[in-house]
């Protein structure tokens, strides 16, 4: 398994979102709470969305779920990388976890 980094090899985005669930499982319910709201109001993704409630109920009931989790965040498999260009984690970073990323990663998100 490869794991994200940027191109100057400073951690990505991705690994900044995984530290932060991983030292903070509870946080998995803040992008619960998106798909639910998502789902209410109609979202045409319901699949993925579907897809990734399931990546997150499994992480937070079993410590593989959230292996799992911290794989799809972070592998480079094309699988994961569509996955996560729909991404329930809005809310899950800070404001200043967010300008931290956009330094680190050179990116903005």
């Known amino acids: 398994m490869s794991f994200e980094l940027s191109e100057q090899g400073r951690p990505s985005y991705w690994r900044l979102l ?3 669930l991983q030292r903070e499982p509870a946080l998995i319910k803040v ?3 998106n798909i639910t709201r998502w789902r209410e109001q109609g979202h045409s993704a319901l699949q993925r969305l579907n897809e990734w409630d399931g990546v997150l109920l499994a992480a937070e009931n079993d410590p593989k779920g959230m292996q799992h989790l911290l794989s799809v965040l972070l592998d480079t498999n094309e ?3 569509r996955l996560r260009d729909f991404s329930p ?5 800070t404001r200043e976890e967010r300008r931290r990323a956009r330094e680190l990663c050179g990116f903005r998100h």
Request: no cysteine; hydrophobic share 45%.
């Open 31 to 33: 992008a619960r709470n």
């Open 89 to 93: 984690f809005a809310g899950v970073l």
């Open 18 to 20: 995984a530290d932060k």
């Open 79 to 81: 699988d994961h990388e």
